[in-house]
């Protein structure tokens, strides 16, 4: 089983997170919603597998290309 880290692209707050960990996703499922610049912005599973942890949480600032959460795939 691999390791997946899932980023961030760009920078914002977090206004909402859709999975906990143990989660199992597909890809394109929304994992948490960024907002910045008053815009909504989803950071989607770029593949399927499950949540092994979320590293944010609502109203956490976020920096382009940080990690936000990880899935074992």
Request: charged share 25%; proline share 3%; hydrophobic share 50%.
């Amino acid at each position: 089983m691999a390791r997946l880290e899932v980023e961030s692209e760009v920078t914002g707050n977090v206004w909402k997170v859709e999975v906990e960990a143990g989660a199992q996703v597909e890809e394109g499922d929304v994992l948490l919603i960024l907002e910045s610049m008053k815009m909504e912005i989803p950071v989607e599973a770029p593949q399927g597998g499950t949540v092994a942890e979320v590293l944010v949480a609502v109203e956490d600032s976020v920096s382009e290309d940080q990690v936000v959460a990880i899935l074992d795939t």
